[in-house]
């Protein structure tokens, strides 16, 4: 049990990471737009047959963006729900659940790893 426990860690402590793989931009606005190269034999392939671009633009909106800002490698997801909340006030809640869901998106897509 004591194992378990110490080989658990709160969620909130890790501290996300972009991944160097992609290229991102940012406009007037302050949206954000994240680049990803369709590099590889399979995409290639689709590149052909369906027309698929060389370079695919995911575009986030304003919290997206400046959750994305916010993640420099040292804040936690602890600091980065507080600069939320500051930021956007009452309109960002329930702030840590939309967190939670929007780093799980960008884990997965493979935008961000976890240090910590």
């Given at each position: 049990?004591?194992?378990?426990k110490?080989?658990s860690?709160?969620y909130f402590?890790?501290v996300?990471v972009?991944?160097e793989?992609?290229?991102?931009?940012?406009?007037d606005?302050?949206?954000?737009?994240i680049?990803i190269?369709n590099k590889?034999?399979?995409?290639?392939?689709?590149q052909?047959?369906?027309?698929?671009?060389?370079?695919s633009?995911?575009?986030?909106d304003e919290n997206?963006?400046?959750?994305?800002?916010?993640?420099d490698g040292e804040k936690d997801?602890?600091k980065i729900g507080?600069?939320?909340?500051?930021?956007f006030?009452d309109?960002?809640?329930?702030?840590?659940?939309?967190?939670?869901?929007f780093f799980?998106?960008?884990?997965?897509?493979?935008f961000?790893s976890f240090?910590k």
């Amino acid at each position: 049990m004591a194992k378990k426990k110490q080989n658990s860690q709160n969620y909130f402590e890790k501290v996300p990471v972009k991944s160097e793989k992609f290229r991102w931009t940012q406009d007037d606005e302050g949206l954000v737009t994240i680049e990803i190269d369709n590099k590889g034999f399979f995409n290639r392939l689709l590149q052909k047959i369906a027309k698929k671009p060389p370079i695919s633009y995911i575009h986030l909106d304003e919290n997206g963006s400046f959750v994305w800002k916010c993640i420099d490698g040292e804040k936690d997801i602890i600091k980065i729900g507080e600069l939320v909340e500051e930021h956007f006030g009452d309109a960002a809640k329930p702030v840590y659940e939309r967190l939670v869901k929007f780093f799980a998106m960008l884990e997965a897509s493979g935008f961000i790893s976890f240090r910590k």
